[in-house]
């Protein structure tokens, strides 16, 4: 089991930045690729973003691109996501996830963390 719990949500202007931060407990953090995926009520849980075991290797949602930074600091078992140039239409509770594929899928992620809400205002 891995356990994961999402930190640093908020209400933020258009405009702003918040980081997100994933901290995992459990079985070896650095064994599993990680996700953000984010969730808008009436909608699908939404690819944001993912990161290889090693961070070598990075992918992104189109809907993101140029805007948000993911990372991973294996010594300290957590993951990142930097957010710039928030829109309303980023509001959305974003969850991490950990799984053995790197994909934009949601399936494949094995563990999954409770959310974090971020709301961004027009």
């Known amino acids: 089991q891995v356990q994961l719990v999402e930190s640093g949500g908020g209400l933020v202007q258009a405009g702003g930045s918040l980081r997100l931060s994933c901290a995992a407990s459990?079985?070896?953090?650095?064994?599993?690729?990680m996700g953000w995926f984010r969730q808008a009520p009436g909608k699908e849980r939404e690819f944001c973003a993912a990161?290889?075991?090693?961070?070598?290797?990075?992918v992104y949602a189109d809907s993101v691109k140029g805007r948000f930074t993911i990372s991973r600091d294996n010594a300290k078992n957590t993951v990142y996501l930097q957010m710039n140039s928030l829109k309303p239409e980023d509001t959305a509770v974003y969850y991490c996830?950990?799984?053995?594929?790197?994909?934009?899928?949601?399936?494949?992620?094995?563990?999954w963390g409770q959310g974090t809400q971020v709301t961004v205002s027009s």
């Open positions: 459990g079985r070896i953090f650095s064994n599993f690729h």
């Open positions: 996830a950990a799984g053995h594929r790197m994909t934009g899928d949601v399936s494949p992620y094995d563990f």
């Open positions: 990161i290889s075991w090693s961070g070598g290797g990075t």
